[in-house]
């Protein structure tokens, strides 16, 4: 009887999980992405506008670092980012998917903006600001534990019902607009106790951010703290890695849950906060301006460490700040700066994947089978 020998061709290589990178090595093929995507940008905007891509780049400093007022601009929008990834890391370590940030963050808003509007000019404005952080703190949990609910009794998908959640709150802020109208018939609502400035958060010298600024980096050090150090942050981690284990360890894993969801929304909350009472004086449906979304990507690039954080917020508002900056200069299409800024941050997403794999290539071509 005949043999039956073939050959097969073998893959030109194969995804194989790496067992483990150093943090030089790590940090080094970013770089290396990072620098390729420049090089990549630069080749588009020769190609399709013709400008010099130093020119391109140069200008996107200048749209970031060039006045202090931008300066100062570019940290307000850093530390905002970076409180709501703040507020996100602990359900995310958790692997809840926790979409809603856009919403927490609305909610927290709002119930500042309640405070603003029916307290301004009946209590002192001490008193007013207390209440207002009592407010924002309370709504923004409240408004994370309703999804926390259900997944730890239920076990409901949180991703969707974090996300279907966003759309409730912008709704719930249109309806409010609406209903506190300054001036009447204009459909929004203006500057908030413009002449009192009731509930206006203080401001430290001349610095309109800096208060803004110091809280974010007072909430990024106690996370930090909280994550890595306490028991809370133990449970969290445990409870991301297997529920079963947790539970087997006698860990509450409902309780963990709904703690943790809290915490989330308390510090969404004071995002919110900050937004209408340390900065714009005011609330409409775009208040979180797309953060709770962008704030997925800052915590998942930092892998949920809350001091990368601040390089990752520092790298995506950057690009946001320089875009504008490039549009206004050259006049280019926004898309065409939204195009760089995303071909720089797939080359940077990219790089985790070569971090955590890494190409195999065959050695021969051919593997006989018999």
């Known amino acids: 009887m005949a043999k039956n020998n073939s050959t097969v061709r073998e893959p030109l290589f194969h995804v194989v999980k790496r067992d483990g990178v150093s943090k030089a090595k790590s ?15 630069g080749i588009i905007t020769m190609l399709f506008t013709g400008e010099n891509p130093i020119s391109v780049y140069a200008t996107m400093f200048e749209g970031a670092f060039g006045s202090s007022r931008k300066v100062w601009k570019l940290l307000q929008n850093l530390a905002m980012l970076l409180c709501v990834s703040l507020a996100l890391t602990p ?19 709002l119930a500042t903006t309640a405070c603003m509007v029916l307290l301004g000019n009946k209590v002192p404005n001490a008193l007013l600001i207390i209440i207002m952080i009592v407010a924002s703190v309370v709504a ?38 609406m209903l506190w109208e300054n001036p009447k018939g204009a459909g929004k609502i203006g500057i908030i106790n413009r002449e009192t400035e009731a509930g206006w958060l203080p401001v430290i010298g ?8 110091l809280i974010v980096l007072a909430i990024t050090i106690a996370m930090y703290i909280y994550l890595k150090y306490s ?17 087997y360890i006698g860990i509450n894993v409902k309780k963990v849950i709904l703690r ?51 390089l990752t917020s520092f790298l995506l508002v950057f690009l946001e700040a320089g875009a504008d900056q490039i ?44």
């Open 27 to 41: 940090w080094a093929i970013r770089i290396i992405a990072i620098l390729l995507a420049l090089v990549f940008s």
């Open 140 to 177: 923004g949990a409240l408004w994370a534990l309703i999804p926390a609910v259900f997944k730890a009794s239920f076990n409901t998908n949180e991703t969707l019902f974090t996300l279907m959640m966003n759309y409730v709150a912008i709704q719930l802020v249109s309806y409010f607009c």
């Open 260 to 310: 943790t969801m809290a915490l989330s929304g308390a510090v969404c909350g004071i995002a919110g906060l900050l937004l209408v009472g340390g900065t714009d004086h005011t609330i409409s449906t775009t208040t979180a301006d797309g953060r709770g979304f962008t704030a997925i990507m800052v915590s998942w690039l930092a892998k949920f460490n809350p001091i990368y954080m601040i």
């Open 206 to 213: 001349d610095k309109t951010y800096l208060l803004n600024i």
């Open 91 to 109: 359900a995310f370590k958790m692997r809840f998917w926790n979409i809603g940030g856009e919403g927490q963050v609305l909610i927290g808003g």
């Open 231 to 247: 028991k809370h942050g133990y449970e969290i981690s445990v409870v991301g890695e297997s529920e079963n284990t947790a539970r």
């Open 327 to 370: 549009s206004m200069i050259f006049g280019l299409n926004q898309s065409f700066s939204e195009i760089i800024t995303g071909i720089i941050l797939f080359f940077i997403i990219g790089s985790e994947f070569f971090i955590n794999y890494k190409l195999q290539f065959r050695t021969s071509s051919k593997k006989e089978v018999k």
